[in-house]
T-cell receptor, first 119, second 113 residues
Framework: GAVVSQHPSWVICKSGTSVKIECRSL??????MFWYRQFPKQSLMLMAT?????????EQGVEKDKFLINHASLTLSTLTVTSAHPEDSSFYIC???????????????FGNGTRLTVT | GDSVTQMEGPVTLSEEAFLTINCTYT??????LFWYVQYPGEGLQLLLK?????DKGSNKGFEATYRKETTSFHLEKGSVQVSDSAVYFC????????????FGAGTTVTVRA
């Protein structure tokens, strides 16, 4: 069964509003989670690395004030798309690392993804 | 920077057909290579991996060989089933303990009975 739960699976919002996406590790503690975005027919792109208890690390070109990441507990990371615009419409996927960062065999578990449509 | 290019889909096959999904990569150093699969309604899950040149990853009848000379990691299965219908993603990471994966765009495979 799923070990990472992502919610909601799809959301439609109006331009200018904010949307929060949750990523939960269900049966393990995840000190590190990752957020990806995929535009139609394009690659999954890493947006940021979410670290429990500290600030997220954003990839180049990703606006940290636009995509707020909070990893307040060992089982929950949230991505908030602030003041959403139609160009933010995309498929967002989270993943959580089971185990200790730096230990190679720690597996990654992915959520089912969230389809965001901004009208 | 690192990148992965995989064949565009969608791919539609009949049961028991042979499946190949091409994947090539661009990377510095010696990346590890992965194939992930996403079944309908589920999250991505690791299908197989290879960590060095000439390694062959295999799982569920799928195979892929790490070819450094051609910078490729093509996925193959000799006889597909309807249950193999999914989206397949090729990916790499640069370092063994670096979980920042670079993904391809994904290839949708539909197997018809």
């Amino acid at each position: 069964g799923a070990v990472v739960s992502q919610h909601p699976s799809w959301v439609i919002c109006k331009s200018g509003t904010s949307v929060k996406i949750e990523c939960r590790s269900l049966d393990f503690q995840a000190t590190t989670m990752f957020w990806y975005r995929q535009f139609p027919k394009q690659s999954l792109m890493l947006m940021a690395t979410s670290n429990e208890g500290s600030k997220a690390t954003y990839e180049q070109g990703v606006e940290k004030d636009k995509f707020l990441i909070n990893h307040a507990s060992l089982t929950l990371s949230t991505l908030t798309v602030t003041s959403a615009h139609p160009e933010d419409s995309s498929f967002y996927i989270c993943s959580a690392m089971r185990g200790v960062r730096g230990y190679y065999n720690s597996p990654l578990h992915f959520g089912n993804g969230t389809r965001l449509t901004v009208t | 920077g690192d990148s992965v290019t995989q064949m565009e889909g969608p791919v539609t096959l009949s049961e028991e057909a042979f499946l190949t999904i091409n994947c090539t990569y661009t990377a510095t150093g010696y990346p590890s290579l992965f194939w992930y699969v996403q079944y309908p309604g589920e999250g991505l899950q690791l299908l197989l991996k290879a960590t060095k040149a000439d390694d062959k990853g295999s799982n569920k009848g799928f195979e892929a060989t790490y070819r450094k000379e051609t910078t490729s990691f093509h996925l193959e299965k000799g006889s597909v089933q309807v249950s193999d219908s999914a989206v397949y993603f090729c990916a790499l990471n640069r370092l063994p303990n670096d979980y920042k994966l670079s993904f391809g765009a994904g290839t949708t495979v539909t197997v018809r009975a």
